[in-house]
């Protein structure tokens, strides 16, 4: 079992910035691919970004985050950021950490518990 612990959401102001963590742990687990997504009431659940053990990064195709979110991690602490600039209300959402773990051979994805993000205007 990989265990996924958020951090760092809260209330902002548009134009304000928040930076999110999320750190996993797993005995006998090896963290791959870890990311972020995002649920806004009454939608479904998107892509923000991911990144994977080497560092290649993918953001979500449209320009609802590009150039605003940032994501990183910190392999030797199996831990994952989100640093988010330039706030906007539209961004308000619950943000979910993602991670794949593999233990011998077989793949495991894993979710956190969520942390609230509100952008007031």
């Known amino acids: 079992q990989v265990h996924l612990v958020e951090s760092g959401g809260g209330l902002v102001q548009a134009g304000g910035s928040l930076r999110l963590s999320c750190a996993a742990s797993?005995?006998?687990?090896?963290?791959?691919?870890m990311g972020w997504y995002r649920q806004a009431p009454g939608k479904q659940r998107e892509l923000v970004a991911t990144?994977?053990?080497?560092?290649?990064?993918?953001?979500a195709d449209s320009d609802s985050v590009k150039g605003r979110f940032t994501i990183s991690r910190d392999n030797a602490k199996n831990t994952v950021y989100l640093q988010m600039n330039s706030l906007k209300p539209e961004d308000t959402a619950v943000y979910y950490c993602?991670?794949?773990?593999?233990?011998?051979?077989?793949?495991?994805?894993?979710w956190g518990q969520g942390t609230q993000v509100t952008v007031s205007s």
């Open positions: 993602n991670c794949n773990a593999a233990r011998w051979s077989t793949s495991f994805n894993y």
């Open positions: 797993g005995i006998g687990f090896r963290i791959d691919t």
């Open positions: 990144i994977t053990s080497a560092g290649s990064i993918n953001y």
